[in-house]
């Protein structure tokens, strides 16, 4: 059975995707975590960047993605929100 | 005609305390289960929050119901040498069957929009039909005992449907939920039987008090940092 997730779930699993690894993310790293399309996630990439969700910088001459101060607090609530789900499972 | 259950003497006033226990746990899940709705836009949390939240009221009223009946109520006509004292209870007893009104109705209503949500029932004709029909029933049933087996059936089935869904899912077959419903039918169930003796009164209420304190501990799990 598949399941869709919505877009607040979708963002979840990019912020988680970020978080797991350490606040350095390449961008093919959360295609594979995030499951999605390269063009989905530019746009999700870009909707979360103007959130001030997530931070873009530069080392050598590789894009990375790490999550700012309001994306962890973000991704904590949501994170919640999960836990609340898994345990009231209706 | 109301018909009462007693509790034991000791047990006075701890049948309220254990309620508490009921009303923050049940506002509390229907607070969070409302912000889940908000984050994530699953409707069905919604319909969560709105029964919980009617959880909340039923024991808040019933709560009121219980001490309502504890007033002595007594009034005084005075005249020049003497005065006479009697036992009134006309407006409290009106006051008193409103609250158990409330009690059953908003118990009812939190229970079956629990099983519109596991039904996945979404036809609104049904639903109205079922309100309307719940309504009529808590205004026509006044027998503490009847509303208790109708709690026992309803929760009995509401169990049933849960672990089938659940297992029809290959998902964990005791879930909180499912738990949840089971601890209603058990502690109703020996509410029922304090007809036999009161000690079964203390008993369901207790273990009333212990499923909702479990759901509490589940909560605290969750938003502890």
């Known amino acids: 059975m598949v399941f869709k997730r919505n877009k607040i779930e979708i963002i979840y699993d990019i912020l988680n995707a970020i978080k797991e690894k350490n606040n350095k993310i390449k961008i093919t790293h959360i295609l594979f975590k995030a499951n999605l399309s390269h063009i989905k996630l530019k746009e999700y990439l870009k909707d979360l960047e103007e959130k001030n969700l997530i931070e873009i910088y530069y080392e050598k001459k590789q894009k990375y993605f790490r999550l700012s101060e309001l994306g962890e607090e973000y991704r904590l609530k949501l994170k919640q929100m999960k836990k609340f789900i898994e345990t009231f499972e209706i | ?225």
């Open chain 2, 1 to 225: 005609m109301t018909f009462y259950i007693y509790s034991p003497k000791w047990f006075s006033g701890i049948d309220s305390l254990l309620e508490i226990i009921i009303i923050l746990t049940s506002f509390l899940i229907s607070y969070y289960s409302f912000k889940t709705y908000k984050y994530f836009n699953f409707k069905k949390y919604k319909y969560f929050s709105l029964a919980f939240f009617f959880f909340g009221i039923s024991f808040i009223s019933k709560i009121i119901s219980n001490l309502i009946i504890l007033i002595p109520v007594y009034k005084q006509i005075n005249f020049y040498f003497y005065s006479i004292v009697y036992e009134s209870y006309k407006n409290f007893y009106l006051i008193e069957n409103i609250f158990f009104f409330v009690h059953k109705l908003t118990l009812l209503l939190g229970l079956l929009i629990l099983f519109f949500i596991i039904t996945k029932e979404d036809k609104i004709e049904t639903i109205i039909l079922f309100v309307v029909f719940l309504i009529i029933l808590s205004f026509l049933i006044n027998n503490y005992l009847l509303f208790n087996f109708i709690i026992i059936v309803i929760s009995l089935f509401l169990y049933l449907i849960d672990f089938i869904n659940k297992k029809s899912i290959k998902k964990n077959k005791n879930s909180n939920l499912s738990i949840f419903f089971g601890g209603i039918f058990i502690s109703y169930f020996l509410i029922f039987l304090a007809v036999k003796h009161n000690l079964f009164y203390s008993l369901g209420e207790i273990i009333l008090s212990i499923i909702f304190f479990y759901m509490f501990l589940n909560l605290i799990k969750i938003f502890r940092k």
